[in-house]
């Protein structure tokens, strides 16, 4: 037993100063200076395009996707990413202090006395257990144990948030103008998601609470629902405004007249004068899009109307424009 007891320490110790160590700001593509913004944004693309749904039975794609979340648990959190970053500027130093009293990641020499970490190594990691991550967090961030000290605090309880997740929806432009639902299936629960009238392209949608599990239901992370409007054949969308053409005829242009323009909302009359210009825009107020989260107030319609010149004309009328031609 002792034998076994012995090979089993040594694999120990060559695992530990074999570890491959962890460039976390690598792994996401961010720079070492990278702000909070900067982290949580390619967190968010990352995780979307190696998420395990969009690439099953990959494995690669699987690690990649651990490796991501683990970096991201590590730099989202600023008391970790301080840690972290102290810990990759030793690197080398903790191999030569592991074994010394107030060595290893957290622990300093100063002044011929050594201090280390006070209070629960997962208080700055998170719950190392069963969390996936690689050995190189487990070793130095997921302990469970307490770092030795004396005058340390007590044992208190640990907590640590979930990791957030994204996923996408598309909807059409009538569907942003009136507010719709999707379902959305997360693993063994449909979650429906509703979108408010004036809902826009690249809206970010946040479900509180149905990211990845923390250490209880209030530390759970939160799910993104990113809102994709697909391309209108006839309107585009201009923030709360709306803009689409409108042919007329000769006659209408010249002598003035009316035209039936379609609107998200119905047919409306617009007035036409004499004399009009091709290219010439009309706006009908209140008939754009709603203002999203303000009841009641909505965008401006813009109308760019195109001349329809005749092609063919009956003798009658080729006569008709000679004798207006010769009247100028």
């Known amino acids: 037993m002792g034998y076994i007891i012995f090979v089993h320490l040594c694999k120990c110790v060559y695992c530990i100063l074999t570890m491959e160590y962890k460039d976390y700001y690598k792994i996401l593509g961010v720079d070492k200076k990278a702000s909070p913004d900067e982290i949580k944004k390619a967190f968010r693309n990352l995780t979307l395009k190696y998420h395990p749904d969009k690439n099953p039975g990959n494995k690669q794609a699987e690690e990649k996707f651990k490796l991501i979340a683990e970096a991201n648990s590590v730099l989202s959190d600023p008391e970790k990413r301080k840690k972290y970053d102290e810990l990759g500027e030793n690197w080398q130093q903790y191999e030569q202090q592991q074994n010394q009293p107030g060595g290893g990641p957290f622990g300093r020499q100063q002044g011929g006395q050594s201090y280390t970490y006070q209070g629960d190594m997962n208080d700055l990691f998170g719950e190392g257990g069963g969390s996936g991550f690689s050995d190189f967090f487990e070793q130095f961030f997921g302990?469970?144990?307490?770092?030795?000290?004396?005058?340390?605090?007590?044992?208190?309880?640990?907590?640590?948030?979930?990791?957030?997740?994204?996923?996408?929806?598309?909807?059409?432009?009538?569907?942003?103008?009136?507010?719709?639902?999707?379902?959305?299936?997360?693993?063994?629960?449909?979650?429906?998601?509703?979108?408010?009238?004036?809902?826009?392209?690249?809206?970010?949608?946040?479900?509180?609470?149905?990211?990845?599990?923390?250490?209880?239901?209030?530390?759970?992370?939160?799910?993104?629902?990113?809102?994709?409007?697909?391309?209108?054949?006839?309107?585009?969308?201009?923030?709360?405004?709306?803009?689409?053409?409108?042919?007329?005829?000769?006659?209408?242009?010249?002598?003035?007249?009316?035209?039936?323009?379609?609107?998200?909302?119905?047919?409306?009359?617009?007035?036409?004068?004499?004399?009009?210009?091709?290219?010439?825009?009309?706006?009908?107020?209140?008939?754009?899009?709603?203002?999203?989260?303000k009841a009641g107030k909505f965008g401006d319609l813009y109308v760019q109307l195109q001349v329809q010149i005749p092609d063919k004309l009956t003798d009658k009328q080729k006569e008709l424009f000679e004798q207006l031609k010769n009247t100028k």
């Open 143 to 293: 302990g469970g144990g307490r770092a030795s000290s004396t005058g340390g605090r007590g044992q208190r309880q640990t907590n640590f948030k979930g990791n957030d997740f994204e996923t996408e929806m598309e909807i059409t432009l009538e569907e942003a103008f009136n507010g719709t639902q999707r379902l959305i299936q997360l693993e063994n629960e449909k979650l429906r998601i509703t979108t408010k009238p004036g809902a826009y392209d690249g809206q970010l949608l946040r479900i509180k609470g149905k990211g990845g599990k923390g250490s209880s239901a209030e530390y759970h992370g939160d799910l993104f629902v990113r809102v994709h409007v697909t391309p209108n054949s006839v309107f585009t969308r201009h923030g709360d405004d709306l803009r689409r053409q409108q042919t007329i005829d000769l006659y209408t242009a010249v002598l003035g007249g009316q035209t039936i323009v379609d609107t998200l909302t119905g047919k409306v009359k617009v007035k036409i004068d004499a004399g009009t210009q091709s290219g010439k825009t009309i706006r009908i107020k209140g008939k754009g899009m709603p203002v999203y989260g």
